[in-house]
């Protein structure tokens, strides 16, 4: 089972970036994903690093608690996990042309009981999460105002939330 998604973000990368890396302020933008934390590794987003977080694909929560296994940072982030019988990888790649990143998403499922989330149509509220933290995500960087994060403290005073 895959689920690929891509969006169009009209900020610049490092705000696209700085916001989707600081992981453990996910729950400030993000409705997909809850109570995102790092659990092991360095508190950046990196190779080695282990977080979780809560989703709802079915009427109850699942904890996830994933491993980065690669992290290019503003290019490419590939987590691994399993749970209940299913293992997944899910691949995130950033690409930023005329100040506008686009984002892909895909995400990969195998084990033996991928067939019983098919039964439960998991794959349809799996994707619509996955759209869900694409759209709040594109939300939270284009709110910014596509400033780069680096610009004056004037700047981050009026931009609010954007210093994630």
């Given amino acids: 089972m895959v689920i690929k998604e891509e969006i169009e973000i009209n900020a610049p990368l490092n705000v696209v970036w700085r916001i989707f890396s600081q992981m453990e302020d996910w ?3 993000n409705t997909a994903c809850r109570s995102c934390c790092i659990t092991a590794g360095d508190a950046s987003l990196s190779a080695g690093t282990c977080f979780s977080f809560v989703i709802r694909p079915l009427a109850f929560p699942l904890k996830v608690q994933p491993k980065i296994v690669k992290c ?3 290019r490419e982030v590939i987590w691994e996990g399993g749970k209940l019988g ?3 990888s899910h691949t995130w ?3 930023e042309e005329d100040g506008k990143v686009t984002l892909l998403s895909v995400e990969s499922f195998k084990g033996p009981m991928v067939w019983v989330g098919y ?3 998991v794959p349809e509220r799996l994707h619509r999460l996955t759209v869900e ?3 709040t995500l594109k939300s939270a960087a284009e709110a910014c105002g596509g400033e780069s994060l680096e610009s004056d403290q004037h700047h981050a005073m009026k931009r609010g939330n954007c210093d994630y």
Avoid: C, V, Y
């Fill in 72 to 74: 290019d940072p503003g």
């Fill in 27 to 29: 729950d400030s933008w």
């Fill in 119 to 121: 039964l439960l149509k």
């Fill in 93 to 95: 790649q950033f690409h």
């Fill in 133 to 135: 933290f694409l759209q």
């Fill in 86 to 88: 299913i293992n997944a």
